[in-house]
């Protein structure tokens, strides 16, 4: 192993090779080494990780995709939530497009939020209820009649895609819907709208220099997370119950923490990404943010092409073996996020769980790992839209997809070879246990205008301090949710984040559910 470099050996030899290597990649934009170093040096830590791996010839990673077998129950005729807006068949021609007509106004109402781009219209509502209930008792709708908002980064036909960016201004909607939007549609959802979200979901403030900034309903002077920012809000605030995000290194859950609200990650590619914009495409993943499990696991089956379903229903959590990493994860953290997590952790274990200590070596080096895979994956995707309209990008998006140009190959390759290796020790780790428990950040929401976060004695850049514990789970593409746990100390919402093995989706929402019963509710914004 080589011996890490110091900043400034790392700075210096960066003025000399970033603007060589710019063009050489014939990016015209070669004066722009002050940001390119500025931002280079908050990830300082990562490169001095990344410049510290261990070669390995051949370095490669692969998900083990396999089919997800349905292993919920349906819902019950006494279910609440999204099951209880639908009734299937049941729900009468008058109502099919009721609960969709109240979201789209209850939208309105909160336009200060900035939750969405586009809305959709009542006629628009009308339209899709009326062929709803045409074939409504000869098909299986389970969603019939819910309002759903979908993060606008996947295509939903009638609207324009915008990702979130600057869009040609002849932007024409979209012909049809991504896979797993157009089977919510099949399932008889109405769609409201498509939300807001952090530039190319490149960020996790939702700022969005485009389309405004999303506030969180919870607290405006806090960030309501991102990247599915939009989407998070929009459920907090009761405009609609359940909503689609995406999640690269925390987009879905992060979010939700910050909200107070659901949010689950599934296994990587359960649920399809045909018709989503790629960010990391080894990184990325769809999936729901509700108001509660049930809502979030029904929402899942049917982008998964499941059967209609909600989690197995526990009656306690005796003979579940709920690991608890000792390290990283639980240090450090603010004083109210622990406090939060040793309070669940105390109601788990009176539940009848077994916490079981668990020690996951090169934890650490996640950060790094996600960082060369991220900043290379993105730069790549997104590289002939930085080369024809990069004065279009917000300041933050562009530059992160600068930099990426200027990272070594040998730190990518480096990169899935330690990611690899990560995904053995997890693995190995959750053959001993069932589920692994965490909180999902290691501070409570952050004020909209901080750089740098205080998590108890350290000081640490946002993006470190909101995204270090849930990053890891994109890497090795296992299954994460995030819970409400309680409010910190400003009365702010703390989330708790359970993960479990690769296409152990259905185990870990019966745990999740079977949790959130047992956990404090945060207070979120009262439906419409």
């Known amino acids: 192993m080589t011996a890490a470099v110091d900043s400034a050996s790392v700075m210096a030899a960066f003025d000399h090779v970033a603007e060589g290597l710019a063009a050489l990649n014939q990016y015209p934009f070669t004066d722009r080494g002050a940001p390119w170093a500025e931002r280079l040096n908050i990830n300082l830590p990562e490169l001095k990780a990344l410049q510290a791996l261990t070669d390995e010839a051949g370095a490669h990673y692969r ?38 007509l109240l979201a789209l106004h209850a939208a309105h109402r909160h336009e200060h939020l900035n939750a969405f781009i586009q809305l959709t219209t009542e006629s628009s509502i009308m339209a899709q209820a009326d062929a709803l209930t045409a074939i409504k008792h000869q098909a299986s709708l389970p969603l019939l009649g819910v309002p759903i908002a979908i993060k606008d980064l996947m295509a939903v036909q009638g609207f324009p895609l915008t990702g979130g960016t600057q869009a040609p201004a002849d932007n024409p909607p979209s012909t049809e819907d991504g896979l797993a939007v157009r089977r919510l549609r099949e399932a008889g959802a ?43 809000a929009a459920v907090a605030a009761g405009i609609v119950r359940a909503s ?30 045909q018709g989503a914009l790629d960010l990391g495409p080894t990184l990325d993943h769809i999936g729901p943010i509700a108001r509660s499990v049930d809502d979030a696991a029904l929402l899942f089956a049917v982008m998964a092409g499941l059967p209609a379903q909600v989690p197995q229903r526990l009656a306690s959590l005796a003979g579940i073996r709920i690991g608890v990493p000792a390290n990283y994860f639980f240090e450090p953290l603010a004083s109210d996020v622990q406090a939060a997590m040793q309070a669940a952790l105390e109601s788990m274990a009176e539940d009848g769980a077994q916490l079981v200590p668990i020690q996951l070596d090169d934890i650490d080096l996640a950060p790094a790992i996600q960082f060369a895979t991220l900043c290379s994956e993105a730069t790549a995707i997104h590289w002939r839209r930085l080369l024809a309209k990069p004065g279009s990008l917000g300041p933050d998006v562009r530059v992160r997809l ?29 053959a001993d246990v069932d589920v ?30 909101v995204t270090g514990l849930t990053l890891p789970f994109n890497l090795i593409g296992l299954p994460a949710i995030t819970l409400p746990c309680g409010r910190g100390e400003r ?38």
């Open 491 to 528: 009365g702010l919402p703390v989330g708790l984040q359970l993960a479990s093995g690769r296409q152990q989706d259905w185990k870990l929402l019966a745990v999740a559910a079977r949790a959130e019963a047992l956990l404090p509710e945060v207070g979120i914004g009262h439906e419409h």
């Open 244 to 273: 689609i995000g995406t999640d690269t290194s925390g987009s879905i859950r992060i979010p939700a923490a910050c909200c107070g609200v659901v949010g689950f990650k599934p296994s990587y590619d359960v649920v399809p990404r």
């Open 63 to 100: 998900f083990e995709l396999k089919p997800l077998a349905g292993e919920g129950v349906a819902p019950s005729a006494a279910a609440n939530g999204v099951a209880a807006i639908s009734r299937n068949a049941h729900l009468p021609d008058a109502k099919v497009a009721q609960a969709a």
């Open 436 to 465: 692994i428990v965490t909180p999902t950040m290691r501070t409570t929401a952050p004020p909209v205008s901080a750089s740098h976060v205080q998590v108890g004695q350290q000081s640490m850049p946002m993006h470190t301090a």
């Open 402 to 430: 600068e930099i990426g140009q200027l990272l070594p190959a040998i730190w990518y390759t480096r990169a899935q070879g330690a990611r690899t290796q990560l995904a053995k020790v997890v693995d190995a780790a959750l």
């Open 190 to 232: 109405l769609f409201v709208g498509t939300t807001n979200l952090h530039e190319l979901a490149y960020g996790i403030t939702s700022n969005n220099p485009h389309y405004g900034a999303v506030l969180n309903p919870y607290d405006t002077s806090v960030i309501p997370g991102g990247s599915s920012g939009g989407s998070a």
